[in-house]
């Protein structure tokens, strides 16, 4: 019972460490017909340049993994892609608490304290803009908790888990 209950601490604690991704794209549009892409030319991502650098380099990479090729031009798709971040609470909480029964009777009181400072989340999000009509076709947006004093292999591989949790959506599971 003991060791449930440290697998169950265990999965809520990493649970919420891991990148969430909300999807959508538009329904008429053929994805696999699209095989080429570049990076949106007004790209305004506002990350740090070494960040956004870190970025390219990861997209690149996963582009391929998905079936693209980096077009010199007239590419299929532009990639666009921007970047948010916003502080959550601590979800560290110690709990104190006062209570009393007797005779059918009870009484209590309790309240958490929080443990540490907030969370920085980052929000990134990654369009898919079809070059001929200027139309978004994809749209991934991924929220993910990022260390803003980490090292920059360590940020490389936040980046990094990002882009593939975007990348998990794409091609859509068109029906």
């Not at 070059?131 to 004093?149: E, G, R, T, Y």
């Amino acid at each position: 019972m003991k060791t449930f209950k440290y697998i169950f601490l265990l999965s809520v604690l990493t649970a919420c460490n891991t990148p969430h991704a909300v999807y959508d794209y538009d329904q008429q549009v053929q994805f696999n017909t699209l095989s080429t892409y570049q990076i949106f030319p007004e790209l305004n991502s506002n990350l740090s340049q070494l960040d956004e650098q870190r970025l390219l380099s990861i997209l690149d990479t996963e582009m391929k993994n998905v079936g693209f090729a980096q077009a010199s031009n007239a590419p299929d798709v532009y990639l666009n892609y921007y970047a948010t971040s916003f502080e959550t609470p601590s979800q560290s909480n110690i709990g104190i608490g006062v209570g009393g029964t007797g005779r059918n009777v009870g009484v209590g009181v309790s309240g958490g304290i929080p443990i540490g400072g907030p969370n920085t989340q980052l929000r990134i999000t990654f369009d898919l803009i079809n070059v001929k009509n200027d139309a978004l076709i994809w749209q991934a947006i991924v929220d993910s908790p990022f260390d803003m004093d980490a090292s920059p292999e360590k940020r490389e591989e936040q980046l990094r888990t990002v882009v593939k949790k975007a990348l998990e959506g794409y091609p859509p599971n068109q029906k």
